[in-house]
């Protein structure tokens, strides 16, 4: 069982926008911020983003995130067929006193 | 722009020790800003942080309460590398393991190991 909750999956069509929620406590998400990842297949999780929304150098800006108490988003728009991976949120958590993660949203287009 | 090149071996047999290392290029093991990290991920586990070390005028490390009578992760200063050993492995132990950066912004390129005899 992860610590932060997000749904297993997802599906949207090509061009539209879908949403993944990440779901965590007042000790890590409501007191630090939340880094989302991409991961194809046999590889390793990609930052896609970092500090609640912001994108590193490369990461199209289709990717947006939010953040709002202790929940947090992760917001594709212009659904494309590569964005078919696994997506992960994380986020430390100062009770742990280390980071902790979401169980993965598999996101399919249709 | 930092690099985490990973070694060691893809086989550990049950009661054994596992151990990997991640090289770094781009920062120093003992940078009094970075810390090191070393996460896990298994189909019935999911991602899991196994524990950090970091510098700050001393060595300091924090482990995952799920690993942390078996666990040790060692910097090396010599090589500007960090390693990790966990004990006693069973086969709940098999994974893909990987070495990240402070902030899990960068990963290495992952070290699938399997513990079977």
């Known amino acids: 069982q992860s610590v932060l909750i997000q749904p297993p999956s997802a599906s949207g069509t090509p061009g539209q926008r879908v949403t993944i929620s990440c779901s965590g406590s007042?000790?890590?998400?409501?007191?630090?911020?939340v880094n989302w990842y991409q991961q194809l297949p046999r590889t390793a999780p990609k930052l896609l983003m970092y500090?609640?929304?912001q994108r590193p150098s490369g990461v199209p800006d289709r990717f947006s995130g939010s953040k709002s108490g202790t929940s947090a988003s992760l917001a594709i728009s212009g659904l494309q067929s590569e964005d078919e991976a696994d997506y992960y949120c994380?986020?430390?958590?100062?009770?742990?006193?280390?980071?902790?993660f979401g169980g993965g949203t598999k996101l399919t287009v249709l | 722009q930092v690099q985490l090149q990973q070694s060691g071996p893809g086989l550990v047999k049950p009661s054994q020790t596992l151990s990997l290392t991640c090289a770094i290029s781009?920062?120093?093991?003992?940078?009094?800003?970075?810390?090191w990290n070393w996460i896990r991920q298994s189909p019935s586990r999911g991602l899991e942080w196994l524990g950090r070390t970091y510098y700050r005028s001393k060595w300091y490390n924090d482990y995952a309460p799920s690993v942390k009578s078996r666990i040790t992760i060692k910097p090396d200063t010599s090589k500007n590398q960090f390693s990790l050993q966990l004990n006693s492995v069973t086969p709940e132990d098999t994974a893909v393991y990987y070495c990240?950066?402070?902030?899990?912004?960068?990963w290495g390129k992952g070290t699938t190991v399997t513990v079977s005899s």
């Open positions: 990240t950066t402070q902030q899990v912004d960068v």
């Open positions: 500090k609640n929304s």
């Open positions: 007042s000790s890590n998400i409501g007191s630090n911020s």
């Open positions: 994380a986020s430390w958590d100062g009770s742990l006193n280390g980071w902790v």
């Open positions: 781009g920062d120093s093991v003992s940078s009094n800003t970075a810390a």
